[in-house]
């Protein structure tokens, strides 16, 4: 474990901390796009009842 520290310099650390930085801001610009997949990923798991689908239930209660 302590090697491991030994071996990180102070240019991987500055990598790693663009690394995080760009994928935060890319993250974040496509948020509306990330939020709508995974909608239509549930949507497509378990599709929403139908009106017609609602009212048969209904009148069977």
């Known amino acids: 474990m302590i090697s491991a520290l ?3 310099s102070v240019f991987a650390a500055i990598k790693l901390a663009l690394l995080i930085a760009v994928s935060g801001g890319l993250i974040v610009l496509f948020r509306p796009l990330l ?3 995974a909608r239509a990923a549930v949507l ?3 599709p929403k009842m139908s009106r ?3 009212r048969q239930l209904a009148t069977r209660a």
Do not use: P
């Open 6 to 8: 030994q071996d990180f």
């Open 35 to 37: 939020l709508g997949l």
């Open 44 to 46: 497509v798991v378990k």
């Open 52 to 54: 017609e689908q609602r």
